[in-house]
């Protein structure tokens, strides 16, 4: 079993509709983030939580939200989906100790929105 | 936000060795260096990571210019396993607790 794991895989949705996305990891790290990887733009930072109840704004947090009740899971929200916001998203985690990271990703979930 | 700057694309062959540059002119003395991959339809992971000196893995090696304002990830045998976009990262100059990705660069094999 993958030691982070998102679902669903893929997700085609319509303009307006909210939706979930879900991650779930069993490395035990109490880092966990959210990007979102646009063909030609590589990956940019949505949202991360260095603890449970712990959430921080990344680069391009406007249209999502978050919430992490536990430390395996952090989940990404789109309340009013768009069709800009149809990209590959990533969620990962980080077993960081002072400046040195190593983060660790799920296979990621594209994305559609129509 | 501290920068990197790789060339978009390399072309390498099979069993020989790739260099695959990153400037990072902007670094400031504390910011690690960490390369990281993404193969074809799946999440990036990591390569490798460094401060000043430089370092090896099973994966690769990572030659850091003594300024520090460059390196290099160093594949000593490239497969066909290794075609990737490879990605330069540095801790976001501000402090901030993320690591800021660039567009990276594909490697052909």
């Known amino acids: 079993d993958a030691d982070v794991t998102q679902t669903p895989r893929n997700r085609i949705t319509k303009t307006g509709k909210r939706i979930m996305l879900e991650c779930s990891q069993t490395?035990?790290?109490?880092?966990m983030y959210w990007y979102r990887q646009d063909p030609g733009l590589g990956l940019r930072l949505i949202y991360y939580?260095?603890?449970?109840?712990?959430?921080n704004k990344g680069e391009i947090s406007d249209g999502y939200s978050v919430s992490r009740q536990a430390q395996a899971k952090f989940s990404l929200s789109l309340e009013s989906a768009i069709p800009n916001q149809t990209a590959l998203y990533f969620c990962?985690?980080?077993?960081?100790?002072?400046?040195?990271?190593?983060?660790?990703f799920g296979s990621g979930t594209q994305l559609s929105v129509l | 936000d501290a920068k990197t700057t790789q060339p978009n694309s390399m072309e390498s062959n099979e069993e020989e060795p790739v260099h695959l540059p990153c400037n990072h002119s902007t670094i400031s003395g504390t910011d690690y260096i960490h390369w990281y991959r993404q193969l074809p339809s799946q999440g990036p992971e990591y390569v490798i990571h460094g401060l000043t000196s430089n370092v090896n893995n099973r994966m690769a090696s990572l030659a850091i210019a003594e300024d520090r304002k460059s390196s290099t990830l160093i594949l000593h045998r490239a497969t066909l396993r290794d075609a990737a976009v490879y990605y330069c990262i540095l801790r976001d100059e501000g402090g901030s607790e993320k690591l800021v990705f660039g567009k990276g660069t594909k490697l052909t094999v």
């Open positions: 939580s260095f603890d449970v109840k712990d959430i």
């Open positions: 990962a985690t980080s077993d960081r100790v002072g400046t040195n990271e190593k983060l660790f």
């Open positions: 490395k035990g790290h109490d880092r």
